[in-house]
């Protein structure tokens, strides 16, 4: 083996070892110790003995059969929407907008914490927000009508606003996994069998696209059903989700809710468990029909109305998601809006000067554990990619499922576990800690951005360096990353948007004593003064979007003499 093997396979067994020992063990380790809660065994409240009385004790919770059904209608309609929703509007504009057009569009949108996001459709479609103000006139209506448009029992806005969230990521994988595909060719053939657009799409483009976002649609599924920060601020309140009723159980003042916090906790665990294994037959059965319907032949029935219908559904979608970012900044600087106007009456920036709002603290701490993060996660992924280049071969599916774990196992399944751990370590409440906890979930959507970019590397590049005498490190330092700022920017300012919307791991890790913008706007967002929520979620939303716009403007001015390295620009 030559000396750049040996050295890619210690880069990659030492970035191995780590994602082992800092992802791997610390989840592993976080669902022992939440198993052994929900079975009795909590030395730290003196429950020692193994037993069923957390069971019993989750059992006996008021609403826990309602939650369970919330969680469940919510998350599975979400994401079901979601995937065809995006798979209908792909369809459509997939032809019309390259890879680098399509995610800059959908950036702003990626970049919206899931929390300011819920906040700003809280403000939208409340009683007395921006749509039943426009209504007003036409309904008749003297003051805000009496319906439970938000938190509704039902979980509507809930699903709504998990379907603005999750659609724009959907839309990015599906339209990068085109990308592997000769789809001009294939409809190109397709419809000159007779088949129309929609046909073909079905037929031929899509079983070839679900092999390559089936582990994406499983990390919506994943989310939508464990979320607490939208759910909080947008689902059912009495009971809401099982998620939420199982946060305000592991922070009750009663210490022994633990025990049954932990039982839902693995409750939790068990429902996403049994909805990937629906999933999953669900994509059995639609293998066995599909071939079924293409040994049948037949042109079927016009598809043109669904994906007409899907297209227009996602852009009034998008128009919801940015009247949402709107409207929270409005907010923020409205200081007398009464009904029905459709604008304030009067402006002010008191909201944001005043020592009430006090965000200088929560946006310190979101500012480090953002820097801190995203750095570690650059790190990781950059080490882990080099080692794939010098030890060369495919990268195992073992090793990609790896890097979808955290984002696989509800939050709430492991991190009470975790922070037994730290607190036995003596580490828990700290900085540190919240860095480590939220590195577990921003590694992952570094890692997927930038894998596609490293492995497009014309490897010529890197023969050449090395031809010159170059070695491995210096062709790393002076030929890899500098063409590659473009995708290292953007996937700093993914990881950037990851870590201002962690609200679960920053809560436990940080034992409620690291406030950060996404914390305390959670917790304003059931509070009577919209102003000082519209601040914190202003800021919020503001970070994330600051980090995507340095993500394009840097490349495309440091490389503004190199056409080709400016990201697209």
């Known amino acids: 083996m030559t000396t750049t093997g040996q050295d890619g396979r210690w880069l990659r067994g030492a970035v191995l070892a780590a994602l082992l020992a800092g992802f791997v063990a610390p989840i ?7 198993g052994r809660a929900a079975f009795g065994i909590l030395p730290a409240i003196g429950a020692r003995a193994p037993s069923l009385d957390a069971w019993h004790g989750l059992l006996a919770v008021p609403g826990l059969a309602t939650a369970v059904r919330h969680s469940l209608v919510t998350g599975l309609c979400a994401t079901i929407l979601s995937l065809a929703i995006a798979l209908g509007f792909s369809a459509v504009v997939h032809a019309r907008m390259t890879a680098i057009q399509s995610a800059r569009a959908l950036a702003p949108f990626l970049a919206v914490p899931h929390a300011a996001m819920a906040i700003g459709l809280a403000f939208l ?4 927000g921006w749509i039943a103000r426009a209504m007003a006139p036409l ?4 003051a805000p009508p009496g319906i439970a448009s938000v938190n509704d029992a039902l979980g509507l806005s809930l699903t709504l606003g998990l379907v603005v969230k999750e659609l724009p990521f959907l839309l990015l994988v599906i339209l990068a996994a085109l990308t592997q595909i000769p789809v001009t060719r294939q409809m190109a053939a397709g419809r000159a069998l007779g088949y129309g657009h929609g046909i073909v799409w079905a037929k031929v ?7 390559l976002i089936r582990l994406p649609v499983l990390v919506v599924l994943a989310y939508s059903l464990s979320v607490v920060d939208m759910a909080m601020i947008l689902g059912p309140t009495n009971p809401p989700t099982l998620a939420v ?3 305000r159980l592991f922070f009750a003042p009663d210490i022994q ?27 059995a059965t639609a293998r066995h029909v599909g071939r079924w319907w293409l ?7 016009s598809s043109e109305p669904i994906l007409a219908t899907m297209t227009a559904l996602a852009l009034i979608l998008a128009a919801l998601g940015a009247l949402a970012i709107l ?3 409005l907010w923020s600087v409205a200081w007398r809006w009464p009904w029905p106007l459709l604008l304030p009456e009067s402006w002010s920036m008191r909201a944001w000067m005043s020592a009430q709002s006090g965000f200088g603290r929560a946006l310190s701490a979101t500012l480090i554990l953002a820097f801190a993060t995203t750095a570690l996660s650059l790190i990781l992924a950059i080490a882990w990619l080099e080692g794939e280049d010098r030890y060369g071969g495919k990268r195992a599916g073992w090793a990609e499922a790896l890097i979808y774990l955290p984002l696989l196992v509800p939050q709430i399944a492991f991190l009470f576990g975790l922070n037994l751990l730290f607190l036995k370590a003596g580490l828990t409440g700290g900085i540190g800690a919240a860095i480590w906890a939220q590195v577990l979930f921003v590694f992952p959507y570094v890692m997927i951005t930038l894998s596609d970019p490293w492995r497009a590397l014309d490897p010529r590049l890197d023969q050449a360096a090395a031809a010159l005498g170059a070695g491995p490190w210096r062709r790393l330092f002076r030929i890899k990353l500098p063409v590659l700022l473009a995708p290292l920017a953007t996937a700093a300012a993914i990881g950037v948007a990851v870590s201002v919307a962690q609200y679960l791991p920053t809560l436990f890790m940080g034992a409620g004593r690291i406030a950060t913008l996404t914390t305390e706007a959670v917790t304003l967002s059931s509070a009577s003064d919209r102003r000082i929520t519209a601040v914190y979620a202003s800021l919020q939303a503001a970070l994330p979007f600051l980090a995507y716009s340095l993500a394009i403007a840097l490349p495309a001015f440091l490389h503004r003499h190199r056409r080709d390295l400016r990201g697209g620009a």
């Open 28 to 34: 592993a380790a976080g669902l022992w110790q939440t």
């Open 125 to 128: 479609l409340s009683p007395s």
């Open 139 to 142: 309904a008749g209506w003297e």
């Open 205 to 211: 483009i899509l079983p070839q696209v679900w092999p």
């Open 245 to 247: 009723l199982l946060t």
């Open 257 to 283: 809710m633990l025990l049954p916090a932990s039982a839902g906790a693995l409750l939790q665990l068990g429902l996403v468990v049994l909805s990937f294994t629906g999933l999953l037959l669900a994509e």
């Open 295 to 301: 040994r049948r032949g037949g042109r079927g029935l």
């Open 327 to 329: 409207t929270l900044f």
